[in-house]
């Protein structure tokens, strides 16, 4: 088992930036390709990034490529979430997810990862 806890969020303007993180404690960190997720009132929850367990690889949703940029501190056993240029229609509640399954990062769909975290509330006002 992996335990992961959110932080990071909150009200931001839009064109400004955020940097999520995720920490992680239980089962080694290392072991786990790590995604992030968000759900916006009324929608399903939708792929925002993912990366791979050493970090070597990552993929992201298109609505974020050039925005986005998800890391990982595998000493800090942390994942994170760069947001810069954000808009409106990012506004959701975002996650972040553990796989167990080693698909070099590239797992996209929700039900794929195996743990998650609670997420945290990113408003950004237009």
């Known amino acids: 088992h992996v335990q992961l806890v959110e932080s990071g969020g909150g009200l931001v303007q839009a064109g400004g930036s955020l940097r999520l993180s995720c920490a992680a404690s239980?089962?080694?960190?290392?072991?786990?390709?790590m995604g992030w997720f968000r759900q916006a009132p009324g929608k399903e929850r939708e792929f925002v990034a993912s990366?791979?367990?050493?970090?070597?690889?990552?993929y992201y949703t298109d609505s974020v490529k050039g925005r986005f940029t998800v890391s990982r501190d595998n000493a800090k056993n942390t994942v994170y979430l760069q947001m810069n240029s954000l808009k409106h229609e990012d506004t959701a509640v975002y996650y972040c997810?553990?796989?167990?399954?080693?698909?070099?990062?590239?797992?996209?769909?929700?039900?794929?990862?195996?743990?998650w975290g609670q997420g945290t509330q990113v408003t950004v006002s237009s």
């Open positions: 997810a553990a796989d167990s399954l080693n698909t070099y990062g590239s797992t996209r769909y929700a039900s794929g990862y195996d743990y």
């Open positions: 990366i791979s367990r050493s970090g070597g690889n990552t």
């Open positions: 239980g089962r080694t960190f290392s072991y786990y390709d």
